[in-house]
């Protein structure tokens, strides 16, 4: 019975002619399955089997790396977990030029802080650099998503240890 009742209550939503963008998203309207244009908050008017309306919030969210162990230019280890404010710009390259935006921030947010990271010099990694190292690290960040309209901002470690010990389990 319950599965009657969600069926039910599916078809009247997709037969619903409005839909409605809220205050924290943007909206791509569609025609006939190809991008049309993109919509601001309000209430649209949608066709059903001929029109559709996709939303996707524009809220800054977290993007959180897992612990990272990187080897320097001088041979030291680096161990780190960093985060990183995301939002979406645009939502045409958010949403039909990459599958999952969210997981592709944040696997290049990962990419891009290790490589960087493995390449810079030693002496940027004093807690006394350490500001210019994260403003360059959230502008290489935002280079390489803006491709996928994201925007990144404020790039930060939460956990930062130079010549951390790495221990391997051999079994």
């Not at 009657?4 to 924290?24: D, G, K, M, N």
């Not at 969210?61 to 990187?70: H, K, N, S």
């Not at 390259?93 to 810079?120: C, M, P, S, Y």
């Not at 030693?122 to 290489?140: C, V």
Request: some cysteine; aromatic content about 16%; hydrophobic content about 45%.
């Amino acid at each position: 019975m319950g599965d009657f009742i969600h069926a039910v209550l599916s078809s009247i939503e997709f037969l619903f002619p409005f839909r409605i963008v809220h205050q924290w998203e943007q909206g791509g309207y569609y025609i006939f399955g190809r991008f049309w244009k993109t919509v601001g908050p309000g209430c649209y008017f949608v066709v059903p089997f001929f029109t559709w309306l996709s939303e996707v919030s524009v809220v800054p969210y977290m993007v959180a790396t897992p612990r990272l162990d990187v080897t320097l230019l001088d041979g030291k280890n680096l161990s780190f977990y960093a985060s990183a404010w995301a939002q979406v710009v645009d939502y045409n390259l958010a949403h039909n030029t990459v599958e999952d935006f969210q997981a592709t921030t944040k696997e290049l947010v990962e990419a891009v802080i290790a490589g960087r990271l493995a390449r810079v010099k030693p002496s940027r990694m004093e807690p006394e650099n350490r500001a210019d190292l994260l403003r360059d690290l959230t502008e290489w960040c935002n280079n390489e998503t803006a491709q996928f309209g994201i925007s990144i901002s404020k790039v930060r470690f939460s956990t930062f240890v130079l010549n951390a010990r790495t221990y391997r389990i051999i079994n």
